[in-house]
């Protein structure tokens, strides 16, 4: 069935460092890659997005890319802080009029000061 | 404030009770949808509905059940709650014509012993 895998499942990283996310989808016609951001306590909050027409997509010191031939996307924090310190899920939409997403199985990412 | 609510937020309750959980959106949207959060698993979806009184499964809808009776509300009931339902739930919201952003909210931590 569809699937979107996730990796790292944990990840840590010094302050000031770099982080990468990477994830993996199976349907093909998926068309939309959100990342989402949860704090510890909160519920998920959208950070940035890709859609399929699109390469590469920056905002600030967050940046996505996709590669739709090899189906992958990634997500990439630059300069890093402890505030970035959270759990990351990926998703994929289901582009069969339901709208529905599958979403990755998610990476803590641990930022050290 | 745009605002997906969701209550109780912490609920330790006995194999078999039933229960419901509510969930409530002041933002419009026609789009609803529960999920679950396991570790390791990631986000997985329950159930959805795009509107009023249309809902539909999810891939994790054994034992449980939604009702859309008004737009704002999508409470999510467990009719005879068991330990394999322990986990965090989302209520998540969206407009498909308005963007993407799913709106989640804060999580309800349910414990079935």
């Known amino acids: 069935g569809e699937n979107v895998e996730q990796h790292p499942s944990t990840l840590s990283v010094q302050e000031g460092d770099s982080a990468v996310i990477k994830c993996t989808y199976s349907?093909?016609?998926?068309?939309?890659f959100p990342w989402y951001k949860q704090e510890l306590g909160k519920g998920p909050q959208l950070i940035i997005d890709?859609?399929?027409?699109?390469g590469e997509k920056k905002d600030q010191r967050i940046a996505v890319t996709l590669n739709k031939t090899a189906k992958h996307f990634s997500l990439h924090i630059t300069e890093t802080q402890p505030e970035d310190s959270a759990v990351y899920f990926c998703a994929a939409d289901r582009p069969s009029g339901t709208y529905k997403y599958i979403f990755g199985t998610g990476t803590r990412l641990k930022v050290l000061a | 404030e745009a605002q997906v609510t969701q209550n109780p937020r912490y609920l330790i309750t006995v194999t078999g009770k039933k229960l419901t959980v509510t969930c409530s959106q002041n933002m419009n949207h026609e789009y609803m949808s529960w999920y679950r959060q396991d570790p390791g698993l990631g986000l997985r979806q329950i159930y959805y509905?795009?509107?009023?009184?249309?809902?539909d499964k999810g891939d994790v809808p054994e034992g449980y059940k939604v009702s859309r009776k008004e737009k704002r509300n999508f409470p999510l009931i467990l009719e005879s709650p068991s330990p394999n339902q322990t986990s965090l739930y989302f209520c998540a919201s969206y407009r498909p014509d308005s963007g993407n952003t799913i709106y989640f909210g804060e999580g309800s931590w349910l414990t079935v012993v």
């Open positions: 890709i859609r399929s027409n699109v």
């Open positions: 349907d093909s016609a998926s068309n939309y």
């Open positions: 509905s795009m509107n009023v009184e249309v809902t």
